[in-house]
């Protein structure tokens, strides 16, 4: 089973920049689809980034432009690159792992890191 431990949060000020990492207590699997979420106090959690074994990506479009994923499978760590926050970004942000088998898929989940973004 798949463990992973987000860190990186905190506050900023809009326009700044914050770099999120999220580290599988395992390997991670070249087939593991690795994705960040967010979730805000009162909204439903929804997709900011997933990035595919190799290499392709799709963003929400709220940060297509300014959020970058990436990962390093040899070091089992996939990371959130956050540019020009805006307010609206404040939300915990959790890793996900989505780990296929021959039948299914199966996800993971970090508890999560806060991001706030003061005006």
């Known amino acids: 089973q798949v463990q992973l431990v987000e860190s990186g949060g905190g506050l900023v000020q809009a326009g700044e920049s914050l770099r999120l990492s999220c580290v599988a207590s395992g390997s991670i699997l070249s087939n593991d689809i690795m994705g960040w979420y967010r979730q805000a106090p009162g909204k439903q959690r929804d997709l900011v980034a997933v990035?595919?074994?190799?290499?392709?990506?799709n963003y929400a479009d709220s940060v297509k432009g300014r959020f970058t994923i990436s990962r390093d499978n040899a070091k089992n760590t996939a990371y959130l690159q956050m540019n020009s926050l805006k307010p609206e970004d404040t939300a915990v942000y959790y890793c996900n792992a989505r780990r296929y088998y021959g039948i299914g898929a199966v996800d993971y989940w970090g508890k999560g890191t806060l991001v706030t973004v003061s005006l």
């Open positions: 990035i595919t074994g190799g290499g392709t990506t």
